[in-house]
């Protein structure tokens, strides 16, 4: 019938997808459990703080900042070796992760990753707790790259 909604586990739907289609949840029902799981990882919290000040970023300017606060030391110091560590750990595991919750879209062909439709909701949850424990990351993240 013309207006029928499908409902699929509790959650009603107008479009229907495959099992194969990946989609984000809807804003209306991103829960807490994703948006804790976005953050569980300090590398993932890192790159959402850097989203912060900047929404759009080059892998290699990600991998380079957070490499750059985990060692400690100046981005320019940050050796090829190092960055290429986390790049791999970014690339595989992190962005995915977030892709997948529509924090973050990345592109495949410019290797660049933005802010996609939850992150504003990500985001908030993680200027809450910035204060507290991870308040000298967010301060890293939020800073300038070096030349």
């Known amino acids: 019938m013309a207006g029928e ?17 990946k ?4 804003p209306e029902i991103l ?3 994703p948006v804790y799981e976005a953050l569980g990882h300090s590398r993932r919290r ?8 900047n929404t759009e970023w080059s892998m290699t300017d990600l991998a380079t900042k957070i490499t750059a606060w985990e060692w400690g030391i100046p981005e320019h110091e940050v050796t090829a070796d190092q960055r290429e560590k986390v790049y ?3 690339y595989h595991a992190h962005v995915p992760k977030l892709v997948d919750v529509g924090v973050i879209t990345f592109d495949e062909t410019t290797e660049t990753i933005s802010t996609a439709e939850h992150a504003e909701q990500v985001l908030t949850v993680l200027e809450g707790i910035g204060a507290s424990k991870d308040a000298n990351q967010e301060v890293h993240a939020r800073s300038e790259m070096d030349e």
């Open 46 to 53: 890192y790159l959402c703080y850097t989203l912060l000040e």
């Open 31 to 33: 829960a807490i459990e």
């Open 5 to 21: 909604r499908k409902v699929n586990e509790g959650i009603s739907s107008d479009v229907s997808t495959s099992p194969d289609t």
């Open 88 to 90: 791999v750990s970014l």
């Open 23 to 26: 989609l984000p949840p809807p």
